[in-house]
């Protein structure tokens, strides 16, 4: 036998126990150790070529008007500066519009928001090129730009037209109900904060071509772009992500024009090029979370029962749709959440404003419309003076019903999930100590709520919810495992390669995740929509099962036995039907011996979610697979002299079917709570009245800190299987758990709405910064001044 | 089990081997010809500061080993220069501005209790910081297979998801560890000690949850002391006493291309220096300057640390009152204050992060006048005296007079701020502070509110109400001051009082807060400074 690495743990060691890692089990993500080492490789710290260059882009000074002369003399001339091209300098497509086009990689003569890429340089160093580009001359015609999502509703400005989606009669419904009402809340976006910012790092390679590593979560969109930007065949173009420093849907389509620029140079030049996108430019040049501008009308019972909606949803899509068509949609495909609205008509906007474009982030327009409903269970609460857990639960959705846009309500099981937390988390008792608390309490405020979660997985674009995977068995037993999935922190490399080990119940240590790469598995989704688990461990599965089948046949044929008889058991393969006479043959050597034998030990593998239809026509179908639910109860105190407040409780009960890895799982909701509670409370964004963000730098955006999380925080994964034929019947978990962070924002408005004794529902638009909190508090006050 | 156990230790050892050879490798082809290290036979250390003697040069241990370079430019970082010239990439970038940990390393200094750590933002931190002490980084600290218990915390407990901000939290994480004493005794950390360690660390994938039990977890691990590793190329000592001391123009540290870097270590070389160069760019903690280089990449000609000069970082208390020495950080005063002036060292807690406090100082926060630093409006209310040293020779300026306009004050070219001094409170004076901010920890303020009351027989004799993040400069509130002295010490003397702040104060929106808001909140801060300080008496005072 040749040499075995001494990182293989002896075969023999490994048969007298289960294969370790398998799925289901605790494991530490794959980089873990490296991680805490800081030796887990980003594009950053990879060692650069000779002679590499480094690329920053020149920005627009106003948000919109006419590029009347842009002149570089200063740039070119400045020290260290190598080139700089502008879009005349584009060999190929000048637009990188991800779906519709409408991205010009620098203006196109005309600037849409402050900040725009007019042109780029490339110097000796980082700082050379930052310092020239602020050397160029430009004038401008400026025009008048529109800023807020109201200025477009009112000149009927959109990237994209409107959509409604129907049910029944809302009109007639709301009309003639005992109780109507009306509401409305604006909701502002988020900016990813991913720690490690946009980057790109673009290698000349054969015939004009380029190997681009970029912190992408669709290196296919990049390459595919690329190829188009440089004029060649997506076959010249690799891309290849070995992990992001965190993404979060920021890096799903922006980090294309990086890319693409750093390409373009590295063409030009026959040099390597590094385009780093500095934590201000990263801000002012990426696209964020959606605002939105949401309105209602509702008809209701006296008991607080939904009888008809009418909502309204206007999205901040920024100067170009990027993927706002599909986000705005997702917003209203939730805006119900797990709410039968009996009648309803829903309509969304997708405004278009003198701003970056807005553009995928966790939950993809699904937190936005979800917490107008959570916004309006409590409005009708205060309407009809009851709990507002009480008036969910009469409004909850009973299998057999349908959704506003056709989808059948089945395995809708979030009651019990409800009732659950309800009494876990003690929700009557602590209601009762809160309204003595507040009895007791002049300044100091308690608010508790617990709102539930009902989340569509699936992308809604149906050709999308397809993946590949590629897996190689070596003769040393040691697996090659890669798929079209990118790793941004959630563990989907863990995950996938637990996957792998199952299926032939192999330790995990023998499965090796590597980079996501264009040529290995191509044509790949984005990893969004929470669907990379889903997506691509079905495809590693696949790719396994056709080489457990080919391994098999191999076996019946060389022991001559029944397929029945070969087993994949702790690292072994078992030949043989009796129990005491079974052949115990070690992975490696089976599978050397089915080498020898000349069997194939590689395959792709491939998945297509099934089930999911849908007509954006009619607005009809089944656009999702599958629900993922889950609920949150949050306790609040607020100070109503300044508005500050502390989250003193939370309590997560969360369904992700049976999880492939509860620590991974677990991570995901603690990590989506904290950062949805993030988007609801400390994280405002902010442009001034020329367009210009404000909020552009750790300094002014604030993140919560360690000290914000709850005092008292648990987190219990709600057990039972997918009815769904998902891997292993888990459910995703990537984004529904960010909406946990809408209880908090309840718990607030109803800490708030204890100053008017719980008769009026305290405006209380997003985020709840003290500043709002305080307002709502003195809104209060008025209203119950005799 | 025991097989297995021992063979996967056997692995371990051999991975640790291949890493530290393969690094080893790369570090020595990588490495510039004029940097040293130990590897290299290094040269006798020449005192660089302070002595007209030998080459500009940076001295520094890094991981335990020593390196010399004297072509690092002033403006250099130490991330910068981690990451580039030394290829070491282990702390990452995530901001450039001290603001999100992510370059958090240990940065150790010999005392007469062993080498002593403390964390910093490698970002905005210059190389000179570096000279003669002892830096770790994560890969330093640990090895695969060999992890710190920090390290090991964090994997046992999944601290980790993106990964990229975990290098910083494990500094933070490993320093906590050695302050608190864990690498000698296991013992058990407080939540509060845990949040004050990472208030400098931004995680956006895992909440912080897991990180805090890793914080914990740390704590049952078996210990290890991070010093053996500093010390593992030996330990250098530096004593700036025992050398004759030049109190002429001292040789710059560094010097690179014009530009020019000075680390005087008294008060006569600074005035030396300052009569050269009138102009030179003042660095004492350098939170704030230090973004110049990293965001706006300015590059300065001549840089002055101060840092290092042991009379500025001194406290004094006598007769009275207690003298702070300009170069004091806010992680010392933390300490200095907490007896003496409690709700002034409470307030230090939530100024910046662990990281910031650690090379922020109080002097920098008064002479950088920026209208909501944190300090002045407490140091106002107190009515400090500020003492002023330098060309035109020492005076004293009350700090009532020291700011005369956006970013300005009285300090001319050539002067610098040497003490605050302030007097110690009777039983019948009070301090109170408000910060006011979106996010609690790491925050600038949108109103910062400081009130000194002397109250004496039920009146109110003497009031200083001063505020931060309502005008151009930390203003005092004289209406509401007068609104208040000589009225009975009462809750309806500050409502009324409150109506004065309109008067006093005409704050402007920003991205912090809208103008109404930080009235407002002025108006009630001065209610709430009244319920905390009757709190107990009052009844409902919460």
Excluded at chain 1, 174 to 189: F, R
Excluded at chain 1, 643 to 666: T, W
Aim: proline share 4%; net charge negative; glycine share 8%.
């Amino acid at each position: 036998m040749s040499h075995v690495s001494s990182k293989v743990t002896p075969w023999e060691a490994r048969r007298q126990r289960p294969a370790k890692g398998k799925s289901g089990s605790k494991l530490a993500h794959e980089s873990a150790e490296k991680h805490v080492l800081g030796t887990a490789t980003y594009i950053d710290d990879m060692p650069e070529s000779a002679g590499t260059l480094f690329a920053a882009v020149g920005k627009s000074t106003i948000a919109h008007g006419k590029i009347l002369s842009l002149d570089l003399t200063a740039v070119r001339n400045a020290p260290g500066v190598v080139d700089v091209i502008t879009l005349d300098d584009i060999p190929g497509e000048k637009d990188i519009g991800p779906v519709f086009k409408g991205d010009p990689i620098f203006a196109d003569g005309v600037v849409e928001f402050h900040g725009q890429a007019l042109f780029a340089v490339v110097a000796e160093s980082f700082e050379q090129a930052k310092r020239a580009v602020l050397l160029a001359q430009v004038r401008y015609e400026e025009q008048p730009a529109l800023l807020t999502i109201k200025e477009a509703l009112q000149q009927n400005a959109f990237v994209r037209p409107a959509h409604s989606m129907q049910k029944g009669n809302a009109r007639m419904a709301v009309q003639n109900a005992p109780i109507q009402m009306s509401g409305e809340l604006y909701v502002k976006g988020q900016e990813h904060f991913y720690l490690e910012g946009q980057i790109s790092y673009a290698l000349p390679a054969e015939d004009g071509g380029i190997k681009l590593y970029c912190s992408s979560q669709h290196p296919s969109e990049v390459q595919k772009l690329v190829a188009e930007v440089l004029d060649v065949p997506i076959n010249h173009v690799q891309v290849e992500v070995r992990r992001m420093g965190g993404g979060f849907g920021g890096k799903e389509t922006q980090a294309a024009q990086w890319g693409c620029i750093a390409s373009v140079f590295a063409q030009r030049l026959n040099r390597p090029v590094k385009m780093r996108l500095d934590r201000q430019d990263d801000m002012v040049l990426t696209g964020k979370r959606h605002d939105f501008y949401n309105r209602y009308h509702l008809g209701i019972d006296e008991n607080g029962k939904i009888l008809g909606a009418d909502i309204e949803l206007a999205g901040f899509c920024g100067y170009s749709p990027d993927l706002s068509d599909a986000i705005v949609d997702r917003a209203m495909f939730h805006v119900d959440n797990a709410y039968d609205l009996n009648n309803a008509r829903v309509i969304g906007h997708r405004c278009k404003t003198n701003t970056v474009s807005n553009t995928a982030y966790r939950g993809f327009g699904g937190p936005q419309g979800m917490i107008f409903a959570e916004a309006m269970l409590d409005d009708i609460a205060r309407k009809v003076g009851k709990d507002p857990l009480d008036v969910r639960k009469i409004n909850f959705y009973r299998d057999g019903g349908s959704t506003h846009y056709g989808q059948p309500i089945e395995d809708f099981y979030l009651p019990e999930l409800v009732a659950q937390l309800e009494h876990d988390c003690d929700y009557r008792a602590r209601r009762t100590a809160i309204a003595e608390f507040n009895r007791d309490h002049r300044w100091k405020k308690r608010g508790l709520a617990l709102t539930p979660i009902r989340f569509g997985i699936s992308f809604t674009i149906q050709f999308l919810n397809q993946a590949g995977a590629l897996v190689h068995i070596y003769t040393d037993g040691s697996v090659h495992l890669n798929h079209g999935g990118t790793e941004m922190g959630q563990g989907l490399f863990t995950k996938v390669a637990q996957v792998v080990a199952h299926e032939f119940d192999i330790d995990i240590d023998m499965v090796q995740a590597s980079a996501t790469a264009t040529d290995k598995v191509p044509n790949t989704s984005p990893t969004a929509a929470s669907s990379g688990s889903d997506l691509n461990g079905k495809a590693a599965q696949n790719a396994c099962q056709i080489l457990k089948s080919r391994l098999v046949q191999f076996a019946q044929q060389h022991f001559q036995v029944n397929a029945v008889d070969v087993r994949f058991m702790n690292n072994h393969v078992v030949i043989g039907a009796n129990e005491d006479s079974a052949q115990w043959i070690s992975f490696a050597d089976f599978v050397t011996l089915a080498y020898q034998n000349r069997v194939s030990l590689s395959t792709t593998g491939y998945y297509a979610t099934p089930k999911i239809h849908y007509n954006r026509d009619t607005a009809n179908g089944r656009p999702f697979f599958y629900y993922a639910f889950g609920a949150c109860c949050a306790e609040v105190e607020i100070d109503t002299l300044t508005g500050e407040y502390k989250v003193l409780r939370a309590d997560i009960l969360h369904d992700v079917g049976r999880s492939l890895n509860p620590a991974i799982d677990i991570g995901q909701i603690e990590g989506a709570f904290i950062q949805g509670m993030g988007w609801l409370t400390t994280e405002e964004l902010l442009w001034d009245d020329k367009g210009r963000l404000q909020s552009n730098s750790a300094a002014t955006y604030k993140i919560p800190t360690s000290v914000d999380i709850p005092e008292h925080f648990t987190v219990q994964l709600f057990d039972r299987a997918n009815a769904e034929d998902t891997i292993y019947n888990s459910k995703a978990v990537g984004e529904p758990p960010f909406m946990h962070g809408i209880a908090v924002w309840c718990a607030l408005r109803d800490a708030v709405a204890s100053v008017a004794d719980y008769k009026i529902s305290p405006p209380l638009d997003t985020p709840a910064t003290p500043e709002r909190v305080l307002n709502a508090v003195m809104f209060c006050q008025q209203e119950i001044r005799p | 089990m025991f097989c297995y156990m021992l063979d996967q230790l056997v692995r371990k050892l051999q991975s640790i081997l291949r890493t530290e050879l393969s690094t080893e490798i790369q570090r020595c082809r990588a490495m510039p010809p004029h940097i040293r290290h130990n590897g290299v036979k290094a040269a006798p250390f020449n005192r660089a500061v302070g002595q007209k003697t030998g080459v500009s040069v940076i001295r520094f241990n890094l991981n335990g080993r020593w390196i010399e370079d004297n072509k690092i430019d002033p403006n250099c970082t130490i991330l910068k220069y981690l990451r580039t010239t030394m290829m070491q990439p282990d702390a990452k970038e995530g901001c450039a501005a001290g603001d999100c940990g992510a370059c958090t390393l240990m940065l150790g200094e010999m005392t007469e209790r062993g080498i002593e750590y403390r964390t910093l933002n490698a970002c905005i931190a210059l190389m000179a910081n570096a000279h003669e002490r002892y830096l770790l980084t994560p890969s330093g600290i640990g090895r695969a297979g060999q992890l710190h218990p920090a390290q090991q915390a964090m994997v046992d407990c999944h601290g980790s998801q993106c990964g990229f901000c975990t290098p910083g939290f494990v500094m933070s994480l490993a320093n906590l560890y050695q302050q608190a004493g864990l690498h000698a005794q296991q013992s058990a950390l407080t939540d509060e000690q845990i949040h004050a360690a990472l208030s400098g660390n931004l995680c956006r994938c895992t909440g912080y949850r897991p990180i805090i039990e890793a914080a914990h977890k740390m704590a049952e691990l078996p210990v290890c002391d991070v010093r053996d590793i500093s010390a593992r190329s030996g330990v250098q000592t530096f004593n700036p006493q025992a050398e004759n001391v030049s109190p002429t123009s001292p040789q710059a540290l560094q010097e690179v291309d014009g530009r020019r870097l000075f680390m005087p270590l008294t008060e006569e070389q600074l005035k030396a220096l300052l009569r050269e160069y009138p102009e030179a760019c003042l660095w004492a903690g350098g939170t704030d300057i230090g973004l110049e280089i990293t965001q706006r990449f300015k590059q300065f000609d001549t840089i002055i640390c101060l840092n290092r000069i042991t009379t500025l970082a001194q406290t004094q208390e006598q007769g009275g009152q207690l003298w702070l020495g300009a170069g004091v950080t806010y992680s010392q005063a933390e300490h200095q204050l907490a007896d003496l002036f409690p709700s002034f060292a409470q307030l230090l807690h939530r100024i910046g992060s662990r990281q910031i406090r650690n090379m922020g100082t109080l002097g920098g926060n008064i002479a950088n006048a920026s209208p909501i630093g944190d300090t002045p409006p407490a140091f106002l209310a107190l009515n400090a005296t500020l003492e002023i040293d330098g060309n035109h020779g020492r005076r004293d300026v009350a700090i009532d007079d020291f700011y005369l306009g956006y970013k300005q004050t009285v300090l001319q070219p050539g002067e610098y701020l040497r003490a605050i001094r302030i007097k110690t409170l009777q039983s019948s004076e009070s301090l109170t502070l408000h910060k006011i901010s979106k996010r609690y920890d790491d925050d600038i303020s949108a109103v910062m509110f400081a009130l000194y009351l002397d109250v004496q027989n039920g009146i109110i004799e003497q009031a200083r109400l001063a505020c931060g993040g309502v005008a151009a400069t930390p203003l005092r509130a004289l209406k509401t001051e007068q609104a208040l002295i000589g009225q009975p010490f009462s809750e309806n003397t500050f409502l009324q009082a409150a109506n004065s702040i309109g008067q006093d104060y005409q704050p402007l929106s920003d991205v912090r807060a809208s103008k109404e808001y930080r009235l407002q909140v002025t108006r009630n801060l001065l209610l709430k400074s009244y319920l905390e300080l009757t709190a107990g008496q009052a009844g409902d005072a919460a």
